[in-house]
């Protein structure tokens, strides 16, 4: 019985990090689930976008049931997230997903424009914050994240967490804060039936990160 919750847990991560389409999982026969698109009601155009800077972090809530029964298991509202970047004056985002749903995607480190990233925001619910935890951790996280999209690293579909080899969303950033951050781990790291999860509530630890912008923040349980 224990197995079998680790390994519903590690599903849920799974497909919650899964494809920008997998947030939306109705019925696909592969895993007995398939995939809707789907948009958020966040417009991009209302967002403060001047307050962003290179390096914050995003978080977002898929709308589909996996991540809603992730969500429950956690105990928390989000269930992916990425690192901000610009390119050419535009707004992106570095992420980690499991490209699943066709040959063409990506399956690891890949990079979204911002407004294709929260199109799938669920509840209209988006978290965006400032690594403070050292010196300079803007650049230093966007120097990270480049690097890992470079390198072209795949999906941690096992969620070993444990090497740079592959990487599931937060796992992404996990390593890049060990990166900066002389191998000290700033994430909060839960165990829920032998597996061990990061924590979203990390990013509301305000020694660490600032929060810059907030829409809709309904956290279930939070360790602000």
């Not at 209302?46 to 298991?73: F, M």
């Not at 191998?183 to 924590?199: C, D, R, T």
Request: one cysteine or more; a positive charge.
């Amino acid at each position: 019985m224990k197995y079998i919750s680790i390994l519903i847990i590690l599903v849920l991560i799974n497909l919650s990090c899964d494809s920008t389409q997998s947030d939306t999982i109705i019925d696909r026969p592969s895993v007995g689930v398939s995939y809707q698109k789907s948009k958020s009601n966040i417009e991009l155009s209302k967002l403060d976008l001047n307050k962003l800077i290179a390096g914050d972090i995003i978080l977002r809530r898929g709308d589909g049931p996996l991540s809603y029964h992730l969500s429950n298991t956690t105990k928390e509202a989000f269930t992916h997230c990425g690192i901000i970047v610009k390119t050419d004056s535009v707004w992106q985002v570095i992420h980690s997903l499991g490209g699943q749903t066709s040959k063409q995607e990506i399956d690891g480190v890949q990079i979204s424009t911002l407004k294709h990233f929260i199109d799938y925001a669920a509840d209209s619910l988006l978290y965006i914050c400032r690594p403070i935890f050292v010196d300079s951790a803007n650049i230093k996280v966007t120097e990270r994240a480049k690097y890992y999209l470079s390198q072209k690293i795949p999906f941690d579909h096992g969620f070993s967490a444990l090497t740079p080899d592959d990487f599931y969303c937060s796992e992404l950033l996990y390593h890049i804060f060990k990166d900066i951050n002389n191998q000290k781990n700033v994430f909060v790291i839960k165990k829920k039936h032998k597996a061990y999860m990061l924590m979203f509530s990390t990013f509301y630890k305000v020694n660490n990160f600032q929060k810059i912008i907030e829409i809709k923040p309904q956290i279930l349980v939070g360790e602000q």
